[in-house]
């Protein structure tokens, strides 16, 4: 592993950053935050589109929100 060239510290030029996380966390990252967002937006009231995934309706009285 090799530090970007815009990074290199003259000071330690063969120090690399370590990672806090791994790399396979990042991928489900999307995944994490739909579900986040899904969770929340059910919970205030808001239901889920059964023919897309990313729609969320809420009807209040004669309104609609629509949320994607």
Do not use: E
Request: aromatic share 10%; with cysteine; hydrophobic share 40%.
């Amino acid at each position: 592993m090799q530090q970007p060239t815009s990074f290199v510290d003259p000071a330690l030029p063969t120090h690399v950053c370590r990672l806090h996380k791994s790399l396979y966390s990042l991928k489900q990252a999307s995944q994490v935050w739909y579900t986040r967002l899904s969770d929340f937006l059910l919970s205030i009231g808001f239901r889920a589109s059964k023919v897309d995934t990313s729609l969320f309706i809420l009807t209040v009285n004669h309104d609609i929100c629509l949320s994607m």
